[in-house]
């Protein structure tokens, strides 16, 4: 098997989490932020791009406010903004939505993307199923990841809930969901990481049931 081209992609991981309107819950979030820097560090090590994403809104915005504290990254991912390979401002959940990014990892010759950042419910399966159209193979690294708690009008769901289903649910079709330190690992051998698949996950999910 071919070796994968990787670039690892730290989505959103703003002030905004932390001191915002959308703090992280679960997975714990400094531990989260923690293993973000971790794999920046590992990428770095291993001559791998580092992208990093921000999400950008107007001024006038509750939250991610152009402009604003809540706006910057967090300052563990601060710290390796200047030696960034690729930086990205968003607008839209995705990615890759009204952004350069596919036609930058293209020229890069990347053909597995790694995500880390936030959330969980909403970025990163985004960014995660935009991929599947577009050809790139996905790894999401869990530890390295977060939820929030929701509630609504259609049901409600804790922290915990909502990033382990999503995990489940991502690793079923969309990517290869690993932690940090098997990922890493996988970085100093060149290795693909495997995924399950829905039909296997179905058969799974009946059995264990």
């Known amino acids: 098997m071919t070796a994968p081209k990787r670039a690892l992609i730290v989505i959103d991981a703003q002030q905004e989490y932390f001191e915002g309107l959308l703090p992280i819950q679960h997975p714990d979030r400094d531990t989260s932020i923690a293993r973000i820097d971790d794999a920046i560090q590992a990428a770095k090590q291993a001559g791998i791009p580092v992208v990093l994403v921000q999400h950008e809104l107007p001024a006038e915005s509750p939250v991610f406010a152009s402009g604003s504290p809540t706006y910057d990254n967090h300052l563990a991912v601060a710290a390796h ?18 952004t350069d990014l596919a036609a930058w990892l293209r020229e890069q010759s990347v053909d597995t993307i790694t995500l880390v950042g936030y959330m969980t419910n909403n970025c990163v399966v985004a960014s995660a199923a935009a991929a599947e159209p577009l050809n790139f193979a996905v790894e999401v690294l869990s530890d390295a990841t977060g939820a929030i708690d929701l509630a609504n009008e259609a049901g409600r769901a804790s922290a915990q809930q909502v990033h382990e289903i999503l995990m489940a649910l991502l690793h079923s079709n969309w990517a290869s ?19 399950s698949d829905l039909v296997t996950s179905a058969t799974q999910g009946r059995t264990n049931a």
């Open 81 to 98: 903004e200047n030696h960034a390979t690729h930086r990205v401002h968003k607008k839209f959940s995705s990615i890759f939505a009204n």
């Open 177 to 195: 969901v690993t932690d940090t330190g098997i990922w890493t690992t996988a970085l100093q051998t060149d290795q693909a990481l495997a995924k």
